[in-house]
């Protein structure tokens, strides 16, 4: 088999086998003549660099779509699916935790669980990649993942719709990571990466778990025809300098995972900003009886809670004439909280009143020091501080966002 031949399987694997253990990272029969190592399921081919198999991802996300679109609706509860490990697994249940939505999970080896909070709703834990697809196919109503899941394997779903897009917990982005020595030693943006002379013949190999997103920003970039995409299961980092790929894409948190590798990223080379999102299948939110209900209660509960981790609520007392003169005063230095402060009168024993004021107020965390400096120079003591769980306003935007995306 020559250098350039390629297994195609149901699923693009890459595979670095000169002098290395070969590992697995698919399980599906091999066809053709590739060199099939039946008794561990893997697929393993000789190619270049010491053994590459090079081969293109597929947008499973458009089979999924169409067959979840084309059958009919599942019959049962509805499901909500959570990523079943790692640290958006622990972020996920720890905020539904937070907004008194804990899951509780009967048998720890199981992959099914409950919300008390929210009955009727199954809870199944799945891979993050997993998440989507059954969304795709219509196997759970509901999911929350993050944003670089959903931007990989969604494309192209209409029937998919983000409920929330800011939940703050998984923040990182996906980037390009670039070798700081050797050829790529002066490489420091996009432009310097394309005037390397890459061509069809020779394109620039690419290790990532991100294929459909990777082939959308080099087509942006005009290197669509000179770029080859090289799939693993982890590790990227150290692919370029084992002779695998030339850079990689992938995940970047601190950036000191690719500091630690010798490699860096590129300005113009961040693909995409990802954190936690709630996501939701239309047609179910449609049609599926109390759907609609438990995701209202969900993004209530979740922007309340998220809205109140900015804030403390702090009461103080002050000596004044009146409750007028106090929030005048207060407002005056600008401590207004979310609609001005709330003052009522102190009462001793017997119920006697005298001149002395409880002042209680809103006031965002990063201002907590500069607030209470203003109270005690109103004169202000015993300030007491509180965490808050829920702020609940108005119908939050999202959830009216959410009722104009269903009637479209």
């Known amino acids: 088999m020559s250098a350039r031949q390629v297994t195609r399987a149901k699923a ?5 086998s000169a002098g290395v253990p070969s590992r697995r990272v698919a399980t599906w029969p091999a066809r053709g003549n590739a060199t099939s190592l039946h008794g561990r399921g893997n697929v393993l081919v000789p190619g270049r660099h010491g053994g590459v198999l090079v081969a293109k991802a597929k947008a499973a996300s458009a089979e999924g779509s169409k067959a979840g679109l084309t059958s009919p609706l599942r019959t049962g509860p509805p499901r909500l699916a959570l990523p079943s490990k790692g640290r958006m697994a622990e972020d996920t249940l720890s905020l539904l935790k937070s907004c008194q939505l804990a899951v509780r999970k009967p ?5 099914v669980a409950e919300v008390p909070n929210l009955p009727g709703l199954e809870v ?25 899941m959903f931007h990989e ?8 719709v983000i409920v929330h897009d800011a939940l703050r917990y998984g923040g990182c982005h996906l980037a390009l990571g670039v070798p700081t020595k050797g050829d790529f030693a002066s ?49 990227l980092e150290a692919a370029p300098y084992m002779g695998c790929a030339d850079i990689i894409l992938d995940l970047v948190s601190t950036g000191t995972t690719l500091r630690e590798n010798n490699l860096r990223e590129i300005i113009g080379g961040r693909v995409i900003e990802s954190e936690g999102i709630m996501v939701a299948s239309k047609r179910a939110l449609k049609e599926r009886p109390g759907l609609l209900e438990i995701v209202k209660q969900i993004l209530e509960r979740l922007e309340a809670h998220l809205t109140a981790e900015e804030y403390f609520y702090v009461t103080t007392n002050i000596r004044a004439d009146s409750e007028a003169e106090i929030a005048k005063a207060m407002l005056d230095n600008g401590v207004g909280g979310l609609q001005g402060p709330t003052v009522s009168r102190v009462f001793s024993s017997g119920l006697r009143s005298q001149s002395l004021f409880a002042a209680s107020v809103c006031v965002r965390k990063k201002n907590l020091h500069d607030v209470i400096k203003t109270l005690r120079q109103m004169g202000g003591t015993g300030v007491l501080v509180s965490e808050l769980t829920y702020i609940f306003d108005e119908e939050p935007w999202r959830w009216t966002e959410l009722l104009k995306k269903l009637e479209e």
Request: proline share 2%.
């Open 124 to 148: 199944w834990f799945q891979r993050a990649s997993d998440i989507v697809r059954r969304l795709n196919y219509g196997d759970v109503d509901i999911g929350f993942i993050g944003y670089d």
């Open 153 to 160: 394997f969604a494309d192209g779903n209409d029937d998919l």
């Open 187 to 235: 490489v420091h943006s996009m432009e310097d990466l394309k005037g390397m002379g890459w061509s069809k013949e020779n394109p620039l190999k690419v290790v990532t778990g991100y294929h459909n997103t990777a082939k959308a920003f080099f087509a942006e970039n005009g290197m669509a025809d000179s770029v080859t995409f090289l799939a693993a299961d982890g590790a």
């Open 12 to 16: 693009s694997t890459v595979w670095c």
């Open 107 to 111: 048998n720890p080896r199981q992959y």
